[in-house]
């Protein structure tokens, strides 16, 4: 089995399915000739033509309001907002347009797109190129919202959201496109191809959207984490010799409740961690759940783990960025507790 970043099993990904179905479209800033930003397109105009992969205007408002038009017809786009900071002007089309059109038309249209977005920091990229927007969208009736944390989940997860009737906001760590990273920023790099989870399918295979995946077992406390911080969290628990059951949640919107509940039920603890602003991020959601879901089961306060209620820092990427040092304060505070 073939080894890849989650840069290539992205597109493999899009790939498999332009293959598989010629109502599948790739379009948005740079994707065409350049193949993308971070080359995640790279090789699928010259194999498919300029008519199914294609270059926008520098308009995000405008792209995804061309996507929802084409789905409306028939197509499925697969859209790349450059970065995930871009996506504010498509706002509006997102959640007042896209979200709605099944519920508007009572099921008579769905709105078959994907919205790729690179999401996250750690590349100093500064406040406008490392933002983590994932709540804005799980607070929205008719999104589906998903982040892979590994090139196998990565594009199993990007086919099934292609595959999908209703719009799919995909969120791509850019921080593990080429690598595990576990937020020790002063090591070297690790590539994807030592790490098991590089194993990818050349053909067509799906992860089911909505199903969590428990990436490490314990007894101790349950970690829940999606993105970067999935190994970030692998790297606390082992660098603190705690029991950490550690759950990669892969899909925000739908939530896998079952699998947190069964793992905080088990532990008796639980510690959310996510790279977004503390506040209003989608960690509250997951606290909140557990404290209703779980409540005689806690020995201990619920601990959130997450970025500074202040705009993405470019001189203090590092202190503002969740590390191994602070995930394992939180897991050390629990249990103390």
């Keep these: 089995m073939p080894r890849m970043t989650m840069i290539e099993a992205v597109r493999s990904a899009m790939d498999v399915s332009m293959e598989r179905d010629d109502d599948v479209v790739v379009f948005g800033e740079d994707v065409g000739y350049f193949g993308g930003v971070f080359r995640c397109t790279q090789g699928l105009q010259a194999k498919y033509g300029k008519t199914r992969c294609f270059d926008a205007p520098i308009s995000e408002s405008g792209i995804v309001g061309t996507a929802i038009g084409m789905a409306a017809y028939g197509l499925k786009p697969c859209v790349e907002i450059q970065f995930a900071d871009y996506m504010y002007p498509a706002y509006d089309q997102i959640t007042q347009e ?14 078959p797109i994907v919205l790729r977005m690179p999401t996250g920091g750690g590349i100093f990229g500064g406040q406008t190129h490392s933002q ?9 009736c008719g999104l589906k919202v998903v982040v892979p944390s590994n090139p196998y989940d990565a594009k199993g997860l990007l ?8 719009p799919v906001m995909f969120l791509e760590p850019k921080r593990l496109y080429n690598g595990p990273f576990d937020g020790h920023h002063d090591r070297p790099v690790i590539p994807w191809s030592k790490h098991e989870l590089s194993e990818v399918p050349d053909g067509h295979y ?3 959207i909505g199903k969590a995946e428990i990436r490490r077992k314990g007894s101790a406390v349950t970690v829940i984490a999606y993105g970067t911080m999935v190994h970030v969290a692998l790297a606390a628990a082992e660098e603190t010799g705690i029991d950490a059951e550690i759950i990669d949640l892969r899909s925000l919107l739908p939530l896998d409740l079952d699998t947190i509940v069964q793992s905080v039920t088990k532990t ?7 790279e977004a602003t503390l506040t209003s991020g989608f960690g509250g959601e997951i606290a909140a759940l557990v404290q209703e879901t779980c409540f005689y089961h806690l020995e201990a306060p619920i601990v959130r783990v997450a970025g500074w209620d202040t705009p993405y820092p470019h001189a203090q990427e590092w202190d503002y960025f969740p590390g191994p040092a602070r995930v394992g304060r939180a897991l050390t505070e629990v249990m103390e507790a």
Excluded: K
């Design 98 to 111: 896209a979200a709605r059109i099944r519920y508007r038309s009572a099921g008579d249209f769905t709105c």
């Design 132 to 140: 983590s927007p994932e709540a804005l969208f799980t607070h929205v």
């Design 159 to 166: 086919i099934a959201s292609i595959e999908d009737p209703d």
């Design 206 to 208: 799906t992860v089911p």
């Design 268 to 274: 008796g603890r639980c510690v959310v961690v996510h």
